[in-house]
């Protein structure tokens, strides 16, 4: 893999959330390529899976793990299964996210608990 950066990734241990598709999906080639050993997490594990394939295919060290930011427990297993096959954590990318395409005065009591265990849960825990 071609470096562009010259960043200090080599040998980081790097988690990415939301890498199933869009930013996620290109941050996590662009830390394999600088070095860094990319731990990849969604709910999405197919497509994070195909992520690490063509990670791997150019050169680079990728693992794919489940992941729901809205659970605590899910979080915590998380971390403690990246941190038992990869090291310990160096970079934490939280890229997952969302936002609700409903109009604000039709959101519901449960869309507004979705987003925020997603977008404040996530984060915090």
């Not at 890498?19 to 594990?45: M, N, Q, T």
């Amino acid at each position: 893999m071609h470096k562009r950066f010259g960043s200090d990734l080599e040998g980081k241990v790097a988690l990415i959330t939301g890498a199933s598709k869009g930013l996620g999906y290109g941050l996590a080639k662009i830390f394999a390529r600088e070095g860094a050993k990319v731990a990849v997490a969604s709910r999405d594990v197919a497509r994070l899976k195909t992520l690490a394939q063509e990670v791997e295919k150019e050169g680079g060290t990728c693992e794919a793990f489940t992941l729901d930011l809205r659970d605590v427990a899910s979080i915590n297993a998380c971390v403690k299964e990246v941190e038992r096959k990869m090291g310990s954590i160096d970079v934490l990318v939280n890229n997952a996210g969302m936002g609700n395409p409903i109009p604000a005065e039709k959101v519901t009591e449960q869309d507004w608990d979705w987003m925020m265990d997603l977008n404040l849960k996530g984060t915090f825990f």
